[in-house]
């Protein structure tokens, strides 16, 4: 989706509208979650790491995945590659591969950020505290 300062300052906001109600018509009730995206100046680590909530839908259930993260390589999702990685005293990459240095990185994130991250998923603590309690690895 297009970047909503540029279609807004070239006069596009029908445009842009009917591309927000495209894409929420897309969107299935398991995929609406909250979101931080936690950039290199946050983290300490190279490229962006994406952190989602948690969701529970009307019937209460979780969605079908556990707590993880997702690393972008690059300088905003989308411009690169996308790691899945848990978040759990033993990380695992559920997919894709990072360089070694950035996996020792990301997984080091996970150990030292561990409580704060799984507070997050379970919803215990609003997106703010969260942001608040990140610590940057170094």
């Not at 995929?31 to 948690?54: D, Q, W």
């Not at 996308?82 to 759990?88: A, C, K, N, P, Y």
């Not at 990459?93 to 379970?122: Q, R």
Request: charged share 25%.
């Amino acid at each position: 989706m297009a970047c909503i300062r540029d279609i807004l300052c070239k006069g596009n906001t029908m445009r842009f509208l009917n591309q927000v109600v495209s894409r929420l018509r897309q969107t299935s009730e398991s995929e609406v979650f909250a979101m931080a995206n936690l950039k290199p100046k946050k983290t300490g680590i190279e490229g962006v790491i994406i952190y989602t909530s948690t969701y529970f839908g009307s019937n209460g259930k979780r969605i079908p995945h556990g707590p993880r993260i997702k690393v972008y390589l690059g300088t905003s999702p989308g411009a690169g590659k996308e790691v899945t990685v848990t978040i759990s005293k033993k990380p695992k990459i559920l997919n894709g591969k990072l360089p070694a240095n950035i996996k020792k990185d990301v997984f080091k994130f996970i150990d030292i950020n561990f409580d704060v991250l799984m507070k997050y998923w379970e919803d215990q603590i609003d997106l703010d505290d969260f942001l608040a309690q990140i610590e940057r690895i170094q």
